[in-house]
């Protein structure tokens, strides 16, 4: 048997961009980059890591679906909003197995979508898994199948993998999904998700009223919910949307003169990124002193590299309602509307390319900050819980005092006290005490102002009182310390209480305990200069790879290595490949060429309609010919007058030389012909709307999933 892969001599380079879209709810970006190999270049998804023990096995996938999402969970912060997993339904959505259940029953089997939006547990173990914005998960039960988005700290990018054979009984297959597929909607090569007001969602009343009349319990997840939920989803995903940006600055922005530079310009990048996320403020990042050493060699790098910007792509699409024109409730509609309402108009349509969401310029400091605002988003809020434990731990850091003058008075309750405190330099702090039968037990910081910077409000706890009028307070804000916009540590509020004699005073003890942190960055640059580490590197930033030594400099144990995430069982593709023992006969190679990437595999979504052998492939090209032509014509349409989506879709590489080539022509002469033995007029099919066409049915599939493929 000649094995005649995707990757295969018969097909192009070219067609390792795609021709239709994977069947991922998350919704789109302008493509920036090449699809890549469908198996990870390094490393794994963080979908095979979280569900492998130490990397020595196949990912074993809990069933049923509401036990993955418990397993999941278990990495999440449970008092988070949703418990820190956001999950809608979506009966009537985009992905390609929209109609798997057939669109009659789309709202009795509706695809979830899942997505980790919360932090880890504050009691994380350092080095845990770290979800947020990085794990996206969809299921339908009638396809028997997960589709999972999750990200590769080693390669640097989101990977697609397809879990086959979810279903009770039987044993999960997972597999890395056909990347060039994927990216036809995922054009920022990451998730998607569509624009507010997320119709197609159980957020939407009517969407939810049509849900609930099923009486169904839905795997027994808590799906009724407001706009929040997909709101958490979506912004989730613009977040993750800037870490392949992120990835590009980190690797080329500072790329200086000698190499020795480029590693202090990463290390100094740090520094500024875990300054910011400790409480360091964005202008106090690249200050005026770091112009000459840091500042201007990186804009000048910037615009070495993209001398017209980096365009930042745009991760969603419009808004879809698919009851347009229904009043809400007012009845359901039959099978044949409920078609037709599945169907994705080209407005709608993730495939359609869409322009870059914004330009970084690169042309002042501002966007260097926006860099470190996102380079800081690789690290945990728990790991910088951690990192800021350890260094308010060091003992006799320097320290300084800032004394301001209060007035005091008690409210006409008698059950607080006001204090309204100004120093020199803008210093300001306005706070409330309370009292309780005459003590003090707490209160706190309405507003603190620090050189003219807002710290903001502060609560504070009952007090030590070391004497009859003055009064201790420890600051903290959501359990980690509050500091000023230089990076240093508000440790604590001391009052003094008004007397006869003189005003009431504040005393702030703040704490230069950051030093600790630059010298554990100074040493993991050192240690890559001379070899024996590649954190900072000309790789991607790995946020385990710079953890571990971090950690271990600043004493906080248990000290992670990225050696525990080095694996052992090799990754796998989630298709099989095209099997033929000869090769294409004249008729079929121009399918083969154009198509052979997407619908040469055993798969109803999207429909393989070159699997089998001639016959077979000749059969259902003839199933399949009116939709097929109605697509291929797309590409003869002017663009404003099309009514779907070309084939193959605008992000596949080929495409625009597709409209020119000999193959087109070919191809629709075939499909006519077809049409024209049957009886039919090729012209007629023009005139109808595509979703009143035959599906494109593929007998024969070795797949769980039925329905009506388009």
């Given at each position: 048997?000649?094995?005649?892969?995707?990757?295969?001599?018969l097909?192009?380079?070219?067609?390792?961009?795609?021709?239709?879209?994977?069947a991922?709810?998350?919704?789109?970006?302008?493509?920036?980059?090449?699809?890549?190999e469908?198996?990870?270049?390094?490393?794994?998804?963080l979908?095979?890591?979280?569900?492998?023990?130490?990397?020595?096995?196949?990912?074993k996938?809990?069933?049923?679906?509401?036990?993955?999402?418990?397993?999941?969970?278990?990495?999440?912060?449970?008092?988070?909003?949703?418990g820190?997993?956001?999950?809608?339904?979506?009966p009537?959505?985009?992905?390609?197995?929209?109609?798997a259940?057939?669109?009659?029953?789309?709202?009795?089997?509706?695809?979830v979508?899942?997505?980790?939006?919360?932090?880890p547990?504050?009691?994380?173990?350092?080095?845990h898994?770290?979800?947020?914005?990085?794990l996206?998960?969809?299921?339908?039960?009638?396809?028997?199948?997960?589709?999972?988005?999750?990200?590769?700290?080693?390669?640097?990018?989101f990977?697609?993998?397809?879990?086959?054979?979810?279903?009770?009984?039987?044993?999960?297959?997972?597999?890395?999904?056909?990347?060039?597929?994927?990216?036809?909607?995922?054009?920022?090569?990451?998730?998607?998700?569509?624009?507010?007001?997320?119709?197609?969602?159980s957020?939407?009343?009517?969407?939810?009223?049509?849900?609930?009349?099923t009486?169904?319990?839905y795997?027994?997840?808590?799906?009724?919910s407001g706009?929040?939920?997909?709101?958490?989803?979506?912004?989730?995903?613009r977040r993750?949307?800037?870490?392949?940006?992120?990835?590009?600055?980190?690797?080329?922005?500072?790329?200086?003169?000698t190499?020795?530079?480029?590693?202090r310009c990463?290390?100094?990048a740090l520094?500024?990124?875990?300054?910011?996320?400790?409480?360091?403020?964005?202008?106090?990042?690249?200050?005026?002193?770091?112009?000459?050493?840091?500042?201007?060699?990186?804009?000048?790098?910037?615009?070495?590299?993209?001398?017209?910007?980096?365009?930042?792509?745009?991760?969603?699409?419009?808004?879809r309602?698919?009851?347009?024109?229904?009043?809400?409730?007012?009845?359901?509609?039959?099978?044949a509307?409920?078609y037709r309402?599945?169907?994705?108009?080209?407005?709608?349509?993730?495939?359609v390319?869409?322009?870059?969401?914004?330009?970084?310029?690169?042309?002042?400091?501002?966007?260097?900050?926006?860099?470190?605002q996102?380079?800081?988003?690789?690290?945990?809020?728990?790991?910088?819980?951690?990192?800021?434990?350890?260094?308010?731990?060091?003992?006799?850091?320097?320290?300084?005092?800032?004394?301001?003058?209060?007035?005091?008075?008690e409210?006409?309750?008698?059950?607080?006290?006001?204090?309204?405190?100004?120093?020199?330099?803008?210093?300001?702090l306005?706070?409330?005490?309370?009292?309780?039968?005459?003590?003090?037990?707490?209160?706190?910081?309405?507003?603190?102002q620090?050189?003219?910077?807002?710290?903001?409000a502060?609560?504070?706890?009952?007090?030590?009182?070391?004497?009859?009028?003055?009064?201790?307070?420890?600051?903290?804000?959501?359990?980690s310390?509050v500091?000023?916009?230089?990076?240093?540590?508000?440790?604590?509020?001391?009052?003094?209480r008004?007397?006869?004699s003189?005003?009431?005073?504040?005393?702030?003890?703040?704490?230069?305990?950051?030093?600790?942190?630059?010298?554990?960055?100074?040493?993991?640059?050192?240690s890559?200069?001379n070899g024996?580490?590649?954190?900072?590197?000309d790789?991607?930033?790995?946020?385990?790879?710079?953890?571990?030594?971090?950690?271990?400099?600043?004493?906080?144990?248990?000290?992670?290595?990225?050696?525990?995430?080095t694996?052992?069982s090799?990754a796998r593709?989630?298709?099989v490949?095209?099997?033929?023992?000869?090769?294409?006969?004249?008729?079929?190679?121009?399918f083969a060429?154009?198509?052979?990437?997407?619908h040469?595999?055993?798969t109803a979504?999207?429909?393989g309609?070159?699997?089998?052998?001639?016959?077979?492939?000749?059969?259902?090209?003839?199933?399949?010919?009116e939709?097929?032509?109605?697509?291929?014509?797309m590409?003869?349409?002017?663009?404003?007058?099309?009514?779907?989506?070309?084939?193959?879709p605008?992000?596949?590489?080929h495409?625009p030389?597709?409209a020119?080539?000999?193959?087109?022509?070919?191809?629709?002469?075939?499909?006519?012909?077809?049409?024209?033995?049957?009886?039919?007029?090729?012209?007629?099919?023009?005139?109808?709307?595509?979703a009143?066409?035959?599906p494109?049915?593929?007998?024969?599939?070795?797949?769980?999933?039925?329905?009506?493929?388009?």
């Amino acid at each position: 048997m000649l094995r005649t892969a995707p990757r295969s001599a018969l097909l192009t380079p070219a067609l390792r961009w795609v021709l239709s879209c994977v069947a991922f709810i998350f919704i789109g970006a302008a493509a920036a980059e090449p699809a890549g190999e469908t198996l990870p270049p390094k490393g794994r998804a963080l979908f095979d890591r979280l569900l492998s023990s130490q990397g020595d096995g196949d990912p074993k996938v809990p069933y049923p679906f509401a036990r993955l999402l418990q397993r999941i969970s278990f990495e999440l912060d449970d008092s988070a909003p949703s418990g820190g997993l956001s999950v809608v339904l979506i009966p009537l959505g985009r992905s390609l197995q929209r109609h798997a259940a057939g669109d009659a029953e789309a709202f009795r089997y509706p695809r979830v979508v899942a997505a980790a939006t919360g932090s880890p547990p504050r009691d994380a173990a350092p080095g845990h898994p770290y979800l947020k914005d990085r794990l996206y998960i969809a299921y339908h039960e009638k396809a028997a199948a997960l589709e999972v988005i999750s990200y590769n700290d080693e390669a640097a990018r989101f990977e697609f993998q397809l879990v086959r054979n979810y279903r009770a009984g039987a044993t999960a297959e997972v597999g890395y999904a056909n990347r060039s597929l994927c990216l036809s909607c995922h054009q920022n090569a990451g998730p998607i998700f569509s624009r507010q007001s997320w119709d197609e969602t159980s957020a939407n009343p009517d969407i939810s009223a049509r849900l609930a009349a099923t009486g169904l319990s839905y795997y027994g997840l808590n799906w009724r919910s407001g706009v929040d939920v997909p709101d958490a989803i979506d912004s989730a995903v613009r977040r993750a949307n800037l870490l392949a940006t992120a990835q590009q600055l980190w690797q080329r922005v500072c790329v200086s003169t000698t190499h020795e530079a480029t590693i202090r310009c990463r290390a100094t990048a740090l520094k500024q990124a875990l300054r910011y996320r400790l409480g360091a403020s964005l202008p106090a990042v690249f200050g005026p002193g770091t112009d000459q050493s840091l500042t201007n060699p990186m804009l000048a790098a910037w615009h070495t590299h993209w001398p017209e910007g980096i365009p930042i792509p745009d991760p969603q699409v419009p808004n879809r309602q698919p009851f347009a024109g229904v009043p809400p409730g007012e009845r359901t509609p039959d099978k044949a509307e409920l078609y037709r309402y599945a169907d994705i108009g080209i407005a709608f349509d993730p495939m359609v390319l869409r322009a870059p969401l914004e330009i970084w310029h690169g042309h002042d400091v501002a966007d260097l900050r926006r860099f470190v605002q996102v380079l800081s988003m690789f690290f945990s809020r728990t790991d910088i819980l951690q990192i800021d434990h350890a260094l308010t731990s060091v003992r006799d850091p320097a320290s300084r005092n800032t004394s301001l003058i209060c007035s005091e008075r008690e409210s006409t309750s008698h059950n607080r006290i006001d204090l309204d405190c100004h120093g020199d330099h803008g210093h300001l702090l306005l706070a409330r005490l309370n009292l309780q039968a005459g003590e003090i037990s707490g209160g706190s910081i309405d507003r603190l102002q620090l050189d003219e910077s807002n710290i903001g409000a502060v609560g504070i706890g009952t007090p030590h009182q070391s004497a009859s009028n003055t009064l201790h307070f420890a600051l903290k804000r959501d359990g980690s310390s509050v500091r000023t916009p230089a990076g240093d540590t508000i440790r604590s509020l001391t009052v003094t209480r008004a007397t006869e004699s003189r005003p009431a005073l504040a005393s702030l003890e703040i704490v230069a305990d950051l030093p600790p942190l630059d010298l554990a960055i100074d040493a993991i640059a050192a240690s890559t200069l001379n070899g024996t580490s590649d954190a900072l590197g000309d790789g991607p930033l790995r946020r385990i790879a710079i953890l571990a030594p971090l950690f271990e400099h600043l004493g906080i144990r248990p000290a992670i290595s990225p050696e525990q995430h080095t694996e052992r069982s090799p990754a796998r593709v989630a298709e099989v490949g095209l099997l033929r023992s000869t090769g294409w006969p004249a008729d079929l190679q121009p399918f083969a060429r154009q198509c052979g990437q997407c619908h040469a595999d055993a798969t109803a979504f999207p429909p393989g309609f070159l699997r089998g052998d001639d016959s077979q492939v000749r059969s259902t090209l003839d199933t399949c010919a009116e939709r097929m032509l109605y697509r291929l014509t797309m590409n003869l349409t002017p663009t404003t007058a099309r009514t779907k989506t070309p084939m193959p879709p605008p992000a596949a590489a080929h495409a625009p030389a597709f409209a020119h080539s000999a193959d087109l022509p070919a191809m629709l002469g075939q499909l006519g012909a077809l049409l024209k033995a049957r009886g039919s007029n090729p012209d007629a099919v023009m005139s109808r709307a595509y979703a009143t066409l035959p599906p494109c049915r593929v007998r024969n599939m070795n797949e769980a999933a039925q329905g009506d493929p388009s």
